[in-house]
């Protein structure tokens, strides 16, 4: 069993910066990757940005040189950092670990970025 959740969410004025954070409990393995994604009203989930244990990160164009994933291992805990957000990166985030061919979730958080 694997539970996640993120915490970080709010409200933020366009060009401010919002950190998220999630914290994985339960049977975590030594491998795995961790990521962020987020879903928009009426839009599929779109990846974020991913990171494996190892420290290799994966970004979506539209967030790179913006928003930098980091991670914690000791703690089983993933962050991203986001800055320079915009009015289209309003979403609900999701914080999703892979393992062992699973995938869990987190609830999500809303973020909303004013203009």
């Known amino acids: 069993q694997v539970q996640l959740v993120e915490s970080g969410g709010g409200l933020v004025m366009a060009g401010g910066s919002l950190r998220l954070s999630c914290a994985a409990s339960?049977?975590?393995?030594?491998?795995?990757?961790m990521g962020w994604f987020r879903q928009a009203p009426g839009k599929q989930r779109e990846l974020v940005t991913t990171?494996?244990?190892?420290?290799?990160?994966n970004y979506a164009d539209s967030v790179k040189g913006r928003f930098t994933i980091s991670r914690d291992n000791a703690r089983n805990t993933v962050y991203l950092q986001m800055n320079s957000l915009k009015p289209e990166d309003t979403a609900v985030y999701f914080c999703?670990?892979?393992?062992?061919?699973?995938?869990?979730w987190g609830q999500g958080t809303q973020v909303t970025v004013s203009s």
């Open positions: 999703a670990l892979f393992q062992g061919g699973y995938d869990y």
């Open positions: 339960g049977s975590i393995f030594s491998f795995n990757v």
């Open positions: 990171t494996t244990s190892a420290g290799r990160t």
